[in-house]
């Protein structure tokens, strides 16, 4: 069964670093790819999507993440974080052939230290 | 562009009372429509999905049931709220037949008490 993991519940990093969440897949074909952010009681916007080609994609809000067949990951990375980018995120899944339907990760809630 | 708006935005309802919750969609035709619960530490949980006028699809049993009485409007119900019913709840749309991304309402913050 399709499945995706995000291993990190919370991470904290101080504003201007770096950051890297992680995200793996169980599914034995290529499939859609999405990160999604949810600030508090608020719903959730897409950042970005992979679907082929280029491994690397560019998202909304300076984010980018790389799809690595290899290691059925899907991580999102942004090279300096801003203190409005404290929110909670998802990554989800999408299965080719199914209806629409997405498979989400537990999330990854971020933190920012001043 | 297209627009998708929930209603009401919080919700505070006594065990035992019924639930309306409604979603519409603007700027789109016939897309495939979600519902979603989110509980806290537990991300997202799909109840219901529809890909067209009628035809509605459960994903998990429970005291929930889901309408689709017009093609942009998905309504999520119940005879009789449970404890367990609480929880943010989210109306997500899709392009039928596209490439799965889903746009997401404001959602709905209902508390059973």
């Known amino acids: 069964a399709q499945s995706v993991t995000q291993p990190d519940i919370h991470i904290t990093v101080s504003e201007g670093a770096s950051l890297e969440l992680r995200c793996n897949y169980s599914y034995g074909a290529t499939p859609y790819l999405f990160w999604y952010v949810q600030s508090p009681g608020q719903g959730l916007q897409l950042l970005l999507k992979y679907f082929s080609g280029d491994t690397l994609v560019q998202g909304i809000k300076g984010f980018e993440a790389e799809f690595k067949r290899s290691q059925s990951s899907f991580n999102l990375r942004k090279p300096s974080v801003h203190w409005s980018d404290a929110a909670e995120y998802f990554c989800?899944?999408?299965?080719?052939?199914?209806?629409?339907?997405?498979?989400f990760g537990k999330g990854t809630k971020l933190s920012v230290k001043p | 562009s297209q627009t998708i708006h929930q209603w009401p935005a919080t919700l505070v309802q006594p065990v035992g009372s019924p639930l309306s919750l409604e979603c519409t969609v603007e700027?789109?035709?016939?897309?495939?429509l979600y519902w979603y619960r989110q509980a806290a530490g537990r991300g997202l949980q799909l109840l219901f999905y529809?890909?067209?006028?009628?035809?509605i699809s459960s994903e998990v049993p429970q005291n929930l049931s889901a309408s689709r009485p017009q093609d942009r409007q998905f309504i999520l119900s119940s005879k009789k709220l449970l404890l367990s019913d609480s929880g943010f709840y989210l109306c997500?749309?899709?392009?039928?037949?596209?490439?799965?991304?889903?746009?997401f309402g404001p959602g709905t913050r209902l508390t059973v008490t």
């Open positions: 529809s890909v067209g006028i009628g035809q």
């Open positions: 700027g789109t035709s016939n897309p495939n």
């Open positions: 989800a899944v999408g299965r080719r052939g199914s209806q629409g339907n997405l498979i």
């Open positions: 997500a749309w899709s392009v039928a037949g596209g490439t799965y991304e889903q746009y």
